[in-house]
């Protein structure tokens, strides 16, 4: 009887054959993970160019006229880029890739921020800075959730600006900040408001309060210095 | 801990598609070899055949199942059709009796016991060098045991053969989403065939060489699934099981989702059982393709289903998490997530695409599952149903089986 009779041959075949379509997949794969590489680059260099841009153009007219300053680079294309990045390093494969891009973005990020923090200084434009420090190294649910409340908060309030900063990336600049705002890992997520430190996570009302404190800090502040500048030439009368 | 899962998750999603993979190939090795034949069909020499048919309750059924068996296009006096009530509460008895007047029907009746103990009651009457049983569920096409008979006189090492399932009468959903499962089992169990590896002779019409009972003894208790356990026996014992595509038994599927499942409950907790009786044969070169390919990828299947049913019941739950504590926290905020549709978030991960090749796998045994039962090519929306309500129901009573088999395992270890 033949019934058991083993094709060894088949089962070899079979094998070969399966590993076949695993390595396409894995090849195809490949092919959309690097198109999505590219996207990203593409992005950020435009991101790159923009805010640039906008440092040349602030230099330049400084001096004459805040009316002339647009936008520097829209927050939403920046906080995109961001989501994109956060997305591509859990599902791409190319962590490496997107882990040096990460680095680049969070450097942009930096710079995007200093730049807009000296226009809304000099040119008093409604404008409120966010800087958000999480984790992906660890499992922080709170940052997951102070994610979403977040990008809640800044779709309601587009003059927002939040930074989001890995807290594990390798880059001095962010390193640097972190110092500076001696923020701990045991104590993310952690959100710097006008120099002020938050830890833990904040639902979005009491966000929200502190938002709009920052904008009228913003709109006290030009009066604090007219009053200030009084004070000092009463006094030096 | 992920990648813990996501390595188990990738062998087994590779063990998956190389089961699909082998089966397929066994049909494109074998596809000439699969005859489909329309009108009826002469056999050399008619041997006598013995028909049992068990009931227990079937009132509404039997006297279609007998009628089915009265116009079989296989002579009268070859063919003996016992039939036995198993201590049924309803009128299964009164019908039975009307069938009395058949010179070549025998009817008994006896305690209830369960449907091993009828089909033994039968089978020590049997003087036929072929036996087989139909249950009462079920109706035969009127050429299916010519046909099935065509195997035996062309290869006498063939000892037993059963036949295509197809389920009629399919009302609603949840008998459309069986009759998809029938045709695709129709395939497997073909390329099983092919393979000299099939595990289930099941109830509908299988009919077997009296040789089979005479050497290896009655049927077993066998957790109510004598129909596998007889199977195994035969592998154990090298006995040659074959499908004979184009003999077709019509069996009425459960209605609802809850008769379904009590079913499906009985078929995997005793294929579950059998397995652990017989798994001494298990991955043993001696035993063929059975022990190789078709006992694995059984086992293969309880731990995939309920390994993937355990990630997805993970990730949904995590999912839901969030999103209670997103709504308690931002509230309801359904059009950020529509809004930010960008194509870039589509999924593009490798294991992505091997789902749907696994799918498509899938699929294509159902369709060649139909061409060679019924001999068409078409595409049935079915196949949506069929998805749906066995990707949802079957993990439950998959886990359910195998947590009926620790607990009821449990006093025997001790």
């Given at each position: 009887m033949d019934t058991n009779h083993i094709d060894w041959k088949k089962y070899l075949i079979v094998f070969l054959f399966t590993m076949t379509l695993f390595l396409s997949a894995s090849y195809v794969s490949n092919y959309f993970s690097n198109k999505k590489v590219d996207q990203l680059k593409l992005i950020q260099d435009k991101i790159s160019i923009d805010i640039l841009s906008s440092e040349t153009q602030f230099s330049l007219l400084s001096e004459l006229?805040?009316?002339?300053?647009?936008?520097?680079?829209?927050s939403g294309e920046l906080s995109e880029l961001g989501n994109k990045l956060e997305w591509g390093q859990q599902n791409l494969g190319t962590t490496d890739t997107v882990s040096y891009l990460k680095k680049y973005y969070s450097l942009l990020e930096i710079k995007d921020y200093l730049l807009n923090k000296k226009i809304s200084e000099r040119c008093q434009t409604k404008s409120a800075f966010i800087l958000y420090f999480y984790t992906t190294?660890?499992?922080c649910s709170e940052c997951e959730r102070e994610s979403v409340a977040l990008s809640a908060l800044r779709d309601k309030y587009p003059e927002l600006r939040v930074y989001s900063f890995?807290?594990?990336?390798?880059l001095s600049a962010v390193k640097a900040m972190i110092q500076i705002y001696k923020i701990?890992?045991?104590?993310?997520p952690a959100l710097v408001v006008d120099d002020n430190v938050l830890t833990g996570f904040h639902g979005i009302d009491e966000l929200e309060t502190i938002v709009k404190q920052s904008f009228k800090l913003q709109e006290i502040k030009p009066v604090d210095t007219i009053k200030s500048i009084k004070t000092t030439t009463n006094k030096a009368l | 801990m992920a990648s813990i899962s996501n390595v188990i998750f990738y062998i087994l999603t590779f063990l998956s598609v190389y089961v699909q993979v082998f089966f397929l190939i066994t049909f494109l090795e074998n596809r000439k070899k699969i005859i489909i034949r329309k009108g009826p069909i002469k056999l050399i020499k008619y041997p006598k055949v013995t028909v049992i048919v068990p009931c227990w309750n079937e009132e509404k059924t039997i006297y279609k199942t007998v009628r089915s068996l009265l116009n079989l296009n296989y002579p009268k006096d070859k063919l003996k059709i016992f039939l036995i009530d198993?201590?049924?509460?309803?009128k299964t008895w009164d019908v039975i009796q009307?069938?009395?007047?058949?010179?070549?029907i025998k009817i008994f009746r006896k305690e209830n016991g369960g449907k091993y103990t009828a089909l033994n009651l039968g089978l020590e009457s049997v003087e036929t060098d072929f036996l087989g049983c139909l249950d009462a569920d079920s109706e035969a096409d009127p050429e299916s045991l010519t046909r099935i008979m065509s195997y035996f006189e062309k290869d006498k090492n063939i000892m037993a053969v059963s036949p295509s399932i197809i389920a009629i009468n399919s009302k609603n959903m949840v008998q459309n989403a069986q009759k998809v499962e029938y045709d695709m089992s129709v395939y497997t169990k073909k390329m099983l065939g092919f393979l000299g590896a099939i595990h289930v002779t099941p109830g509908?019409?299988?009919?077997?060489?009296k040789k089979v009972f005479d050497d290896l003894g009655p049927y077993r208790?066998?957790?109510?699934?004598e129909d596998m356990e007889i199977a195994f026996r035969m592998q154990k014992n090298h006995y040659k099981i074959e499908q004979c595509n184009d003999a077709y038994i019509y069996t009425n599927t459960p209605t609802t989702i809850k008769k379904l499942y009590k079913q499906r409950l009985r078929w995997i907790y005793g294929s579950i059982n059998n397995m652990i009786d017989y798994r001494?044969?298990?991955?043993?070169?001696?035993?063929g393709n059975f022990s190789l390919f078709t006992v694995p990828y059984n086992v293969l299947s309880i731990i995939a289903v309920g390994f993937l049913f355990g990630k997805m019941f993970y990730s949904f739950g995590k999912f839901l998490f969030f999103k209670i504590l997103e709504f308690r926290d931002i509230?309801?905020?359904?059009n950020s997530s529509i809004k930010n549709f960008?194509?870039?978030?589509i999924n593009t991960q490798s294991l992505f695409f091997i789902g749907i090749t696994l799918y498509l796998l899938v699929v294509l045994s159902i369709i060649i599952g139909r061409k060679i039962s019924e001999g068409k090519w078409n595409f049935s929306f079915n196949i949506f149903y069929f998805f749906i309500i066995f990707s949802i129901v079957g993990p439950f009573w998959l886990l359910k089986a195998v947590f009926n088999t620790i607990l009821s395992r449990k006093p025997a270890w001790r």
């Amino acid at each position: 009887m033949d019934t058991n009779h083993i094709d060894w041959k088949k089962y070899l075949i079979v094998f070969l054959f399966t590993m076949t379509l695993f390595l396409s997949a894995s090849y195809v794969s490949n092919y959309f993970s690097n198109k999505k590489v590219d996207q990203l680059k593409l992005i950020q260099d435009k991101i790159s160019i923009d805010i640039l841009s906008s440092e040349t153009q602030f230099s330049l007219l400084s001096e004459l006229s805040c009316k002339n300053i647009s936008d520097s680079v829209f927050s939403g294309e920046l906080s995109e880029l961001g989501n994109k990045l956060e997305w591509g390093q859990q599902n791409l494969g190319t962590t490496d890739t997107v882990s040096y891009l990460k680095k680049y973005y969070s450097l942009l990020e930096i710079k995007d921020y200093l730049l807009n923090k000296k226009i809304s200084e000099r040119c008093q434009t409604k404008s409120a800075f966010i800087l958000y420090f999480y984790t992906t190294a660890l499992n922080c649910s709170e940052c997951e959730r102070e994610s979403v409340a977040l990008s809640a908060l800044r779709d309601k309030y587009p003059e927002l600006r939040v930074y989001s900063f890995d807290y594990n990336v390798d880059l001095s600049a962010v390193k640097a900040m972190i110092q500076i705002y001696k923020i701990q890992d045991t104590k993310l997520p952690a959100l710097v408001v006008d120099d002020n430190v938050l830890t833990g996570f904040h639902g979005i009302d009491e966000l929200e309060t502190i938002v709009k404190q920052s904008f009228k800090l913003q709109e006290i502040k030009p009066v604090d210095t007219i009053k200030s500048i009084k004070t000092t030439t009463n006094k030096a009368l | 801990m992920a990648s813990i899962s996501n390595v188990i998750f990738y062998i087994l999603t590779f063990l998956s598609v190389y089961v699909q993979v082998f089966f397929l190939i066994t049909f494109l090795e074998n596809r000439k070899k699969i005859i489909i034949r329309k009108g009826p069909i002469k056999l050399i020499k008619y041997p006598k055949v013995t028909v049992i048919v068990p009931c227990w309750n079937e009132e509404k059924t039997i006297y279609k199942t007998v009628r089915s068996l009265l116009n079989l296009n296989y002579p009268k006096d070859k063919l003996k059709i016992f039939l036995i009530d198993d201590g049924s509460t309803d009128k299964t008895w009164d019908v039975i009796q009307r069938f009395s007047k058949y010179s070549n029907i025998k009817i008994f009746r006896k305690e209830n016991g369960g449907k091993y103990t009828a089909l033994n009651l039968g089978l020590e009457s049997v003087e036929t060098d072929f036996l087989g049983c139909l249950d009462a569920d079920s109706e035969a096409d009127p050429e299916s045991l010519t046909r099935i008979m065509s195997y035996f006189e062309k290869d006498k090492n063939i000892m037993a053969v059963s036949p295509s399932i197809i389920a009629i009468n399919s009302k609603n959903m949840v008998q459309n989403a069986q009759k998809v499962e029938y045709d695709m089992s129709v395939y497997t169990k073909k390329m099983l065939g092919f393979l000299g590896a099939i595990h289930v002779t099941p109830g509908p019409l299988t009919i077997f060489r009296k040789k089979v009972f005479d050497d290896l003894g009655p049927y077993r208790h066998a957790h109510n699934t004598e129909d596998m356990e007889i199977a195994f026996r035969m592998q154990k014992n090298h006995y040659k099981i074959e499908q004979c595509n184009d003999a077709y038994i019509y069996t009425n599927t459960p209605t609802t989702i809850k008769k379904l499942y009590k079913q499906r409950l009985r078929w995997i907790y005793g294929s579950i059982n059998n397995m652990i009786d017989y798994r001494k044969i298990i991955l043993k070169k001696k035993y063929g393709n059975f022990s190789l390919f078709t006992v694995p990828y059984n086992v293969l299947s309880i731990i995939a289903v309920g390994f993937l049913f355990g990630k997805m019941f993970y990730s949904f739950g995590k999912f839901l998490f969030f999103k209670i504590l997103e709504f308690r926290d931002i509230g309801f905020n359904f059009n950020s997530s529509i809004k930010n549709f960008d194509p870039f978030f589509i999924n593009t991960q490798s294991l992505f695409f091997i789902g749907i090749t696994l799918y498509l796998l899938v699929v294509l045994s159902i369709i060649i599952g139909r061409k060679i039962s019924e001999g068409k090519w078409n595409f049935s929306f079915n196949i949506f149903y069929f998805f749906i309500i066995f990707s949802i129901v079957g993990p439950f009573w998959l886990l359910k089986a195998v947590f009926n088999t620790i607990l009821s395992r449990k006093p025997a270890w001790r």
